[in-house]
């Protein structure tokens, strides 16, 4: 399974230390594995940690909402890559076949690019 965090984000540039990414004001969204912390996982990336350990931690991006899908990670990804603009790197260094994990695009277009809606 994998989760879906949304974002509001204003245009900023997201500096990890060993990437810059430029992000453009919009509704992003963010795919996640969704393993036996997938709680604690959605709630850290919801609430900004005072500590950052991935990419989307360094967002400057208002939290809106999570959904959990019966989909996996990869696919999820590869689905919204077909349709949806995205950040070339962010967040896809341990899925070498995607080229992003954060995804400019709605809820609605997200599920139904996913295979979920129609």
């Known amino acids: 399974m994998a989760y879906l965090v949304f974002f509001l984000c204003p245009s900023h540039v997201v500096d990890t230390g060993a990437a810059t990414f430029k992000i453009g004001e919009g509704v992003y969204v963010y795919v996640g594995s969704c393993g036996a912390a997938c709680l604690k996982r959605v709630d850290r990336h919801l609430r900004r940690p005072a500590v950052r350990r991935w990419h989307v931690d360094y967002l400057n991006c208002v939290g809106l909402y999570a959904v ?7 696919e999820a990804a590869r689905r919204l890559a077909e349709r949806c603009p995205y950040v070339p790197g962010f967040g896809s260094t341990d899925d070498p076949d995607a080229p992003s994990h954060l ?8 599920l139904s690019y996913i295979g979920l809606t129609t």
Do not use: M, Y
């Not at 995804?103 to 997200?110: D, H, I, V």
């Open 68 to 74: 959990v899908v019966p989909v996996e990670e990869r």
């Open 103 to 110: 995804f400019r695009c709605s809820l609605a277009e997200a």
